[in-house]
């Protein structure tokens, strides 16, 4: 009887991950507002009531998608921020940061990415400042950067969209069938905007 209620809330966390991996996976595909819990609970391979033991709606889904996703984000560019590290490397470090989380849960960061303006407008509002505050840790590291002349001088907000903007096309374009590695992929980004940077 022990050993049944020290599995239980295991196989209930891996269900409650199959949903989300599997629900990203179509929002990615469908879009959010094409998919239904009635898809959902067909990729997964459960009955639609079954689903909600483990999750309470599509809302919650795309929430839980969201901010696992700007979590990860948060905390990973926190530790670049505490280390003693170069402003360089520690620019090199975030553009490592966004290829790996998006090779390796490139359906989360898409959903992360374009799917979030479906969120309650509570929901919507938190993940947006939670967006700001990342934003605002990247372009202070590009600030201190230039300040102690490790980086060219030029308008930080150019210097941090572009950026972005670079580093997010990526979960359009790459798949593992592309002719280019993880790490050839990461390289080459980190010439390409590090030289634009560098003096």
């Known amino acids: ?18 949903i989300l991996s599997e629900a990203a996976m179509l929002f990615k595909e469908k879009g959010f507002g094409g998919t239904s819990m009635r898809d959902l609970a067909e990729k997964v391979g459960m009955e639609a009531a079954s689903m909600y033991n483990h999750i309470k709606s599509k809302d919650e889904i795309l929430e839980l998608i969201c901010f696992k996703i700007a979590n990860q984000y948060i905390s990973q560019l926190q530790e670049i921020e505490n280390t003693n590290q170069t402003f360089q490397e520690k620019l090199n470090a975030i553009i490592g940061l966004h290829v790996h989380l998006i090779i390796e849960d490139a359906a989360s960061v898409s959903v992360a990415n374009n799917d979030w303006k479906y969120l309650s407008n509570d929901k919507k509002e938190q993940y947006k400042e939670t967006r700001k505050s990342y934003e605002k840790s990247f372009a202070n590291i590009i600030e201190q950067g230039m300040q102690n002349g490790e980086f060219k001088k030029m308008n930080v907000s150019v210097a941090l969209f572009t950026m972005l903007s670079s580093l997010r096309w990526i979960e359009l374009w790459y798949k593992p069938s592309r002719e280019i590695s993880p790490r050839e992929l990461e390289d080459d980004l980190k010439t390409l905007l590090m030289t634009g940077l560098n003096k």
């Open 1 to 18: 009887m022990m050993e049944e209620n020290v599995l239980t809330p295991k196989i209930k966390i891996n269900k409650k991950e199959l």
